[in-house]
Every structure is written in structure tokens, then in C-alpha cells.
């Protein structure tokens, strides 16, 4: 399939025929694995050779396309398509007698119609030449000849119902974008009404309903966005399956459009693929359907990422629920008329490169990557993996006042955050949308957002506010604290609003439909609120805070589009950016913070698609932007405002405040997120990192520095780069920066580890450093410090402090630790292990680490945590690195006490067996003092250490993982 569409390539180069004689020697080499298996049939038995004309004829595409160009050129299927439509089809409207005075008046006729035709198409792409795709010239001819000028734009369809309103256009679309193919369904389906059962008989879908719940699921978290196949069924444990219909439509006809494999700025003429199940009376006793084949991996990217070579596997494999973290698809995308569906092989592939005469063991032994809890494989943070590593942390770790029974508004995790200002409703009254000249953005009692509405007032500024209308933001959280944590703005049964479905008061009259509020409605709003605090008279003096010179603005340019991610597709309803960042590509990397709508119930229920979507964009965010302390985002659910704080210690989610009875507080959340210091969004003011529009503009920062950072003492640390970053959020998060000390003259790297750990260990790692300095081989302690805030050691409590005054058993914390942020500066800076150089290289390695290790336990020091990511190679030497986890050695004992660390891989038989034991023992009883503690001894270490050193001899043989 590779020598396929390579050959069809308009524009050939050297490097694709080099790459076309590649394709054809591995199927030449592999080509008997058909025969052993019978898979080349004949009519009534296998046939034992491979005596075919064509896989011949295939040795000269490569000598051909030297001599006379591209082979496309030369394509039979011009004079083929001339052939039917200049003799057959005219023949067919004859009566097969005198052809030539029936065809010449049949195909003058039929010229003059095209002629109209042709005149009708130009006029429409005069009106609309926004539409018009691109044509590639070195096919325009052969296009032209061939009859396959596209007609069908699906494309600028599908861009066309992106930018037009939800409300005026049928929903779902039923046109529709993924990666590089655009789907389109027919407005009416072929069957409407039929029940699930039917449909899983009639097509032999057994797990048709699993497949639904699974979909609905997906659809809650990512909302219209594109769904990835072949994912297999996660556990129904935690989610019954219940599906809120039983009746379905079905389409027999799908149309899909591609973009070109070679030039993807040419748009392909429409395909359709078809399906219909058994039926013995139309002749297809089996069914009738199209095979397609089907990218099943949001890390490969058709057409670029190509075809890959699958390895060897067993036919069923496709059927069995795999593991994508490990196997992937690539996507070939044909279609081709069959009666049965196309098995697909899993292809493996692995996060380290391996040298081109990697042989197929090689490829075997790297198809499961090296573990570790700091690198995901492939597509490691996709949305069902995100959600799951999030539901782990989240137990236990979430606050939700409105859950706390007399829980004050003053209280709130809301006045803690946003801070309170001297604004009073006379001066929410006056804001203005288009700043003078438009309607009032809060009037009657409630926000309009109507913003497209021009102000009938002649004198706008003229008019105040009635005196008891006068109440200022002490008079509204008074307000709030009398509702406390019952106030809701939905009705008695706390679901929907009352006013929302309030009917007329007259028998027999129509019921006047609320409009709906969109994300664009919401950005105006902001900008509005934003623009006045900025540039009114008199209002920012209000504000508790110096305005920041920090320009930032709030957009609704992704709630129809996800934001760049190769992992995970997340629509932020309205996002806040820089504004320096404005017109750039846009990264979760980029995201200060977010909010998120909709007309769901948030107190009642948790387990909605808000709450998900929230907690993953803070993930996300947290990701790209490990340096931050917290994340603050917003949601609005039944016209209730929300705070949510991530953090380490967890979720806190703030009092619902209505937002329309509460206007101040509305406003002051914008004003604190839009024009007060970054530090209220969670950006720590003793590190920088630099935006790209930052960059170069601090000339004191060395060339290729990304930031800095200063510790207690007012020393400035250079930041050069990221290194390594944990891929938990909740009390396990660690960065790791390679560092430079400006002021030392010979340039030399250092590593800091920058990491929120437990009161218990605050000082752990450093005394285990201490101890061990001076030893060879082993990470050497430079500097070390407690993160600052506010003059006092920053950790997780201040935060969590504030709710011991209420019912444990009315909070989900129980899993509580109060973390302190903490950095640690050490050298060297090496590189991974595997990126040794040679074979020798890595033996002295592992053999300087036996001694090294010799000499930590004479101190009475055991690592107990050894993995491939806690060691380091620089300049050819081998270090051990990360004690958190290691123990202190009493006098005459020869073991540690612990419950059991490390990666399972590596971990020694004994301590393992210990640790499955414990696991027994949870299931049983919640009780920690049931627990048996686990002794870790001097050997345990080696163990693990030798699994390593087996690992790296037998999966590389002496290559580097990496290619430098």
C-alpha cells in the first residue's frame, strides 16, 4: 500500500523512488508469510506461488518514473473515461442500428447542456469565491480530461456551519470536519425509529449499546467534538450502562472527502461508502458494505504521518480489546468495494527511535516502551486517560461548599480569591457595551446580553439609579451570607429555573421562549466589564488593586473548536490569553483561565460534563504550565456563578452565586482575573517564564534562556529548559528545570527540582543529600529553599485551613495532606540513561553504580527507589539521582521500613509479594493499621537494579535509544 500511493505522486523526487524501492524489498522479503499461510486463493484451493504479473511489472516504477516523469500521466483512465462516455453511453440511447446519425445529435445535445451548466458554475463561483479549494496545477490537465472537477465542496460546507449560529442550522451537523477527511450524512436517514435491538441484529453489532454509552460519554466530555476509534470499552463498573432512548436512526450512505495524500492543499473528489445488512432477497446473503480503513491514534496525523509497517499479528487481533497506549494504527485511507470488512493489524511502536537496521526482534522487544509515572506513552494524556487518572485523584480531595451546612458566603473560597471592591450597582448600571454608544450591560435587574442592541436613550449618562436600587458589594455579600449555601436560582426542585419555564398566566397562550445565552454573548460581556474598569472615570479607583500593566483579554474563538493538542480535544467556552498573544497559534500553554456554561444543575448532580471538562482543562493547563501554584477557572450553571481552585490538595468548588441578583461579584471575578496581578491566577511571582512575544525583551537574560527564578537569598537562576515533569496534578506534581547561574563565569547547568511535598518529608531529600555528599557517582546538593508567600512558607494549607470548622463528614477531603513547595538545586545535569553512548558506556555505568550504592549503605543510606528515570548520565559518567523515597539505615539493622515504592516493573520479587498482600488487605478493611509494613533490604535494590541493566542490554544492544 506504501508503493501505491507513493506511485501516484504528481511531482516524484529521488528520496520518494528510494523510498518506493524500501517498500517493495520488505514486501519481497516478507512475502512468503502469504503463501505459509494460504492466504493467496484460487477458486476451489491456495495457490503455492506468487506468480503475478503486476508485483513483476512493479520493479520498473521506480527506473520508469526516472525516464519519463511522473506515471500518473501516462494513467489509461483518460482514454478509458473517453471510451464510455464519447462511445458507450451514447450507444446505449440508440436503438442499435445507424449509430453515428442517433450519437451526433445525442452529443450535440449533450454539449450545449454543459455549456449552460458551465456558465450556471461560474456564476455561482463568482458569487461565492470564498469556497473555491485549491486546484494543483500538475493535475489540472489529467483533472480535466478525466472529469473529476469536484462539484461537492464538503470542506467549505463544514467551515460554513462552523461559523454559522447553533440556532440556525439543524443540530447536530450533519456535515462535519475530522483531521483530514470531512463526513457527510444525508438530511433524512434511511431507516428513522428503529429500536436498538433490531439494529444489532439486522447488522451483527452484539455490543451496539456498549458502543453508544461509550460514545455518550465521550460526547459529555468533549462535547461536538470528533471522537477516536478503536479505543477500547473502559470498565462499566463505575458507570452502569443506561442509554435515554431506545430508538435510533440509521444512514445506509456515508460521503466522505479527503484532501490529497500528496498535496493537502488539493481537495479530492467525494466518495460514498455504503452499508446494508444481510439480506437474502437482494442477493447479499452477508451484507454489502465498503471496507475503510481508519486511523484508530489522535497521535498520527493522515497524510502526515504516512503508512507504517505493521508487525506481525495474530488475524483476530483487531477483535480483541488492546491497549492503545501500546498498539497504534495508522491511517490508510482507501476505500474499495468488498463483502467483508477489512482486518486491520495493530502496528507497535515505541517511544524511543530505533537505527534503520533495527530487525524485526528489535521491534518486538520495543513494543511495550520503558515505564515510568513521568512519561506517558504514546497519546498518554487522552481524554479517557485524563479523566481516569483524574477520578483517582479527585477521591477524596474535593470540597464543595455548597455541600457545608452553614456555610457563610464570607466563608467562601470565592472572597478569598477574587478580590473585594468599592462598586456599587449605580456603576454596573452605567457600563455600556460598544462603549458609549450601546445598551447597558446590566439593566432591569438582570445582564443583558444582548450586545448587537444599540441604547434608545438619547442622554444615557443623565440617568441614575433609583436610591433603592443604590447597593454596593458589602450590602450584596451580606445578601449572599443570609442565603448561605442554600441560594439557587433553579426552582423548588432545584433542576431548572423558574422564571426559565414560567408559562403565561392567560389559559390557552404561547409560552415566550428565553433566549440563549452563547460563549460569544459572554466574551462581549467581559470585554465590556473590562473596557469600563480600565478607562471610565473614576472606576478603577474602586478597584482593590493597581491595575496590571499586563494586558490580558477573555475569547470565545474555541468554544466551536478545540484548542492545538495532539492528545486531547478541549473547547474551552471563553478563555483568557495574554493579550501580547493575541493574534498567535494559541497552546494550552497559553491559557490563564476559563469558563465553562451550560444550563445543567452543578449542585445538584457532580458527575456532569462541567465538571469533567473543568477539572481536565485545569489539567491541561497544569500541564503546559507546571510552574503555576493554582489554577482558577469559572463555570455558570442555571445562571450560577462558580469558583473552581485546583491546586495540589485538590478541587475546591465555591457557593453558587446567582449571577444575575449578584452583580458585583460578577464583576469583581472579572476584574481580578483580567486586570489584577497574574499572581491571583496561580503564577508564582518568584519564577518566570517567558511567552513568546516575551522572549528577547529582558536583556539581561542569557541567549536561549526561558526564564528565571529567585530564590530566598534575591539570587537569580537562569531557566534553559524544561526537563521533566510529573503527569500528576493532585499532591504529586514535580518539575525539574535545567538552570544556570549567571554570575558563575564557566557557564556549567544545574538541575533544580522544583516539587510539593508533605510536612512529614519537608526536609527529607536534603538531609539524605547531606548525608551521602562527598560520595562518587551520586547527585550533589548545591542550593535549597522553602517557596515564599506573602512572607511565609507557601504550602497547600492556608487554603484548606479555612474549613476545619465544618462537619468532616460533610466534606470529601478525607485524603487531605497540607503540601509544601519546595525547591532544590543539584548538579550535574545529565542526560537521560538511555541515551548512552555505547555498550561500554553503559556497563561501566551500572557497574559504578554498584559501588556507589556500596558506599550510601555504609552510610546508612538506601535509595529504595530505583528505576531507569532515577539515573543520569554526563559526560560518560553515571549518577544516581531522586531520594525522595530513599531511607535512613539504623545501627545494626541492614533494611529500611516503608509500604512499599518504586515502578512495578522493577521492583524486587519480596517487596512486591509485600505490597499485593496490603492491597488484599484494603479491600477488606479501610483501616491503615491493618496494613503490614515492609521491609526493604540492601538486595531488593540490586534486584531492581539488575532488572534495569537487563532491560537496556537486551532491548538495545548497544544503540542509543535516542538519535542525536
Known amino acids: 500500500m506504501d508503493v501505491q500511493y507513493m506511485a501516484q505522486s504528481p511531482l516524484p523526487d529521488e528520496n520518494?523512488?528510494?523510498?518506493?524501492?524500501?517498500?517493495?524489498?520488505?514486501f519481497h522479503e516478507n512475502k512468503d508469510i502469504i503463501l505459509s499461510l494460504g492466504a493467496r486463493m484460487g477458486t476451489k484451493k491456495p495457490i503455492d506461488n506468487l506468480f503475478i504479473p503486476k508485483l513483476e511489472l512493479m520493479q520498473s516504477i521506480t527506473a520508469s518514473s526516472r525516464k519519463v516523469g511522473a506515471l500518473i500521466q501516462w494513467s489509461a483512465d483518460t482514454t478509458e473515461h473517453a471510451h464510455i462516455s464519447k462511445i458507450k453511453d451514447p450507444v446505449r440511447h440508440t436503438n442499435n442500428n445507424d449509430y453515428d446519425p442517433q450519437i451526433c445529435p445525442l452529443k450535440s445535445s449533450c454539449a450545449h447542456s454543459n455549456s449552460e451548466e458551465f456558465l450556471e458554475n461560474e456564476v455561482d463561483e463568482e458569487d461565492d469565491e470564498d469556497c473555491d479549494e485549491l486546484t494543483d496545477p500538475r493535475t489540472a490537465l489529467l483533472e480535466e480530461l478525466n472529469h473529476t472537477c469536484i462539484t461537492t465542496k464538503y470542506f467549505s460546507k463544514a467551515r460554513q456551519l462552523v461559523a454559522t449560529r447553533r440556532d440556525n442550522i439543524p443540530h447536530p451537523p450533519r456535515t462535519f470536519v475530522a483531521a483530514s477527511t470531512t463526513i457527510h450524512l444525508n438530511f433524512f436517514p434511511t431507516h428513522t425509529g428503529l429500536k436498538i435491538d433490531e439494529v444489532t441484529d439486522d447488522f451483527n453489532i452484539p455490543d451496539l449499546r456498549q458502543v453508544l454509552s461509550d460514545f455518550l460519554q465521550c460526547n459529555t466530555r468533549n462535547g461536538e467534538a470528533g471522537h477516536g476509534l478503536g479505543v477500547p470499552r473502559r470498565s462499566l463498573i463505575d458507570r452502569p450502562l443506561t442509554l435515554p432512548f431506545e430508538h435510533i436512526q440509521v444512514w445506509h450512505v456515508v460521503c466522505l472527502q479527503q484532501v490529497s495524500f500528496h498535496n493537502a492543499s488539493v481537495i479530492l473528489p467525494a466518495q460514498t461508502v455504503h452499508a446494508s445488512p444481510p439480506s437474502p432477497i437482494s442477493g447479499w446473503p452477508k451484507g454489502?458494505?465498503?471496507?475503510?480503513?481508519?486511523?484508530?491514534?489522535?497521535?498520527?496525523?493522515?497524510?502526515?504521518?504516512?503508512?507504517?509497517?505493521?508487525?506481525?499479528?495474530?488475524?483476530?487481533?483487531?477483535?480483541?480489546?488492546?491497549?492503545?497506549?501500546?498498539?497504534?494504527?495508522?491511517?490508510?485511507?482507501?476505500?474499495?468495494?468488498?463483502?467483508?470488512?477489512?482486518?486491520?493489524?495493530?502496528?507497535?511502536?515505541?517511544?524511543?527511535?530505533?537505527?534503520?537496521?533495527?530487525?524485526?526482534?528489535d521491534l518486538y522487544l520495543c513494543g511495550a516502551s520503558l515505564s515510568s509515572a513521568g512519561f506517558p506513552p504514546i497519546g498518554g494524556r487522552t481524554v479517557s486517560t485524563v479523566k481516569g487518572l483524574l477520578r483517582s485523584e479527585l477521591d477524596g480531595k474535593v470540597i464543595d461548599e455548597s455541600n457545608l451546612k452553614k456555610m457563610k458566603f464570607t466563608d467562601s473560597i470565592f472572597c478569598e480569591l477574587i478580590r473585594t471592591s468599592s462598586l456599587q450597582l449605580q456603576h454596573i448600571n452605567k457600563i455600556k457595551y460598544h462603549k458609549k454608544d450601546g445598551s447597558s450591560v446590566y439593566t432591569q435587574k438582570k445582564w443583558n446580553f444582548n450586545w448587537r442592541k444599540k441604547s434608545k436613550t438619547k442622554d444615557p449618562e443623565s440617568i441614575d439609579t433609583d436610591a433603592t436600587d443604590l447597593i454596593d458589594s458589602d450590602e450584596e455579600v451580606e445578601g449572599l451570607d443570609s442565603h448561605g449555601s442554600t441560594i439557587f436560582s433553579q426552582g423548588t426542585d432545584g433542576t431548572w429555573s423558574d422564571d426559565e419555564y414560567k408559562g403565561s398566566e392567560n389559559t390557552g397562550s404561547k409560552r415566550k421562549r428565553k433566549k440563549r445565552l452563547t460563549e460569544r454573548d459572554l466574551q462581549y460581556l467581559f470585554h465590556a466589564i473590562q473596557w469600563a474598569l480600565r478607562n471610565r472615570s473614576g472606576y478603577p479607583m474602586k478597584l482593590p488593586f493597581e491595575i496590571s500593566p499586563i494586558e490580558r483579554y477573555w475569547s470565545a474563538e474555541f468554544a466551536n473548536s478545540p484548542i492545538q493538542d495532539p492528545y486531547n480535544a478541549q473547547k474551552p467556552d471563553v478563555a483568557l490569553f495574554y493579550y501580547k498573544n493575541k493574534h498567535r497559534e494559541k497552546t494550552w500553554a497559553d491559557v490563564l483561565s476559563f469558563m465553562e456554561h451550560t444550563s445543567s444543575n452543578l449542585t445538584v448532580m457532580h458527575d456532569l460534563a462541567v465538571y469533567w471538562r473543568s477539572a481536565t482543562k485545569a489539567y491541561l493547563?497544569?500541564?503546559?504550565?507546571?510552574?503555576?501554584?493554582?489554577?482558577?477557572?469559572?463555570?455558570i450553571c442555571t445562571d450560577d456563578?462558580?469558583?473552581h481552585y485546583f491546586d495540589c490538595l485538590g478541587l475546591i468548588i465555591s457557593l453558587p452565586t446567582p449571577i444575575h441578583k449578584f452583580p458585583i461579584c460578577v464583576t469583581e471575578a472579572v476584574a481580578t482575573t483580567a486586570l489584577a496581578d497574574p499572581q491571583y491566577l496561580g503564577l508564582n511571582p518568584t519564577i518566570h517564564m517567558c511567552i513568546p512575544d516575551c522572549q528577547g525583551t529582558h536583556p539581561s537574560l542569557a541567549v536561549g534562556a526561558k526564564g528565571w527564578v529567585i530564590n530566598n537569598s534575591g539570587k537569580t537562576y537562569l531557566i534553559m529548559d524544561t526537563l521533566w515533569k510529573s503527569q500528576g496534578f493532585f499532591c504529586h506534581r514535580t518539575v525539574c528545570y535545567c538552570i544556570r547561574d549567571p554570575t558563575n563565569p564557566d557557564g556549567k547547568d544545574y538541575v533544580m527540582k522544583d516539587c510539593w511535598v508533605p510536612e512529614a518529608k519537608r526536609y527529607h531529600e536534603v538531609d539524605v543529600l547531606e548525608r551521602v555528599k562527598g560520595i562518587p557517582n551520586v547527585i550533589e546538593l548545591m542550593d535549597h529553599w522553602d517557596v515564599m508567600c506573602n512572607g511565609e512558607p507557601d504550602c497547600t494549607a492556608w487554603i484548606h485551613n479555612r474549613y476545619q470548622q465544618f462537619n468532616p463528614e460533610d466534606r470529601d477531603d478525607h485524603r487531605f495532606c497540607n503540601q509544601f513547595h519546595w525547591r532544590i538545586v543539584m548538579t550535574p545535569c545529565g542526560e537521560l540513561l538511555s541515551d548512552f553512548s555505547s555498550r561500554k558506556e553503559l556497563i561501566c555505568a551500572f557497574r559504578d553504580f554498584v559501588v556507589a550504592h556500596r558506599l550510601m549503605v555504609k552510610r546508612g543510606i538506601l535509595h529504595g527507589d530505583l528505576s531507569p528515570n532515577n539515573f543520569i548520565i554526563y559526560e560518560g559518567i553515571g549518577y544516581f539521582i531522586d531520594f525522595y523515597h530513599a531511607g535512613f539505615i539504623e545501627k545494626g539493622k541492614a533494611s529500611t521500613i516503608s509500604f512499599g515504592t518504586g515502578i512495578i516493573l522493577y521492583i524486587s520479587m519480596h517487596v512486591l509479594k509485600m505490597m499485593c498482600r496490603n492491597a488484599e488487605t484494603m479491600k477488606k478493611t479501610a483501616d491503615a493499621n491493618q496494613l503490614h509494613p515492609i521491609k526493604h533490604h540492601v538486595c531488593d535494590d540490586l534486584e531492581s537494579m539488575f532488572y534495569i541493566f537487563f532491560e537496556y542490554v537486551a532491548k538495545y544492544g548497544g544503540h542509543m535509544a535516542y538519535s542525536h
Open 288 to 361: 454489502q458494505w465498503d471496507a475503510v480503513l481508519i486511523n484508530v491514534d489522535q497521535a498520527y496525523d493522515w497524510p502526515k504521518s504516512g503508512l507504517m509497517e505493521p508487525p506481525e499479528t495474530h488475524p483476530d487481533a483487531p477483535h480483541q480489546h488492546t491497549d492503545t497506549s501500546s498498539y497504534q494504527t495508522p491511517l490508510c485511507s482507501t476505500l474499495s468495494n468488498s463483502e467483508s470488512s477489512c482486518k486491520l493489524p495493530m502496528a507497535t511502536t515505541s517511544l524511543f527511535k530505533l537505527p534503520e537496521d533495527a530487525t524485526s526482534f
Open 16 to 26: 520518494l523512488l528510494v523510498r518506493i524501492d524500501r517498500s517493495l524489498s520488505i
Open 641 to 643: 456563578l462558580h469558583a
Open 621 to 635: 493547563i497544569m500541564q503546559e504550565q507546571p510552574w503555576r501554584c493554582f489554577v482558577l477557572a469559572y463555570s
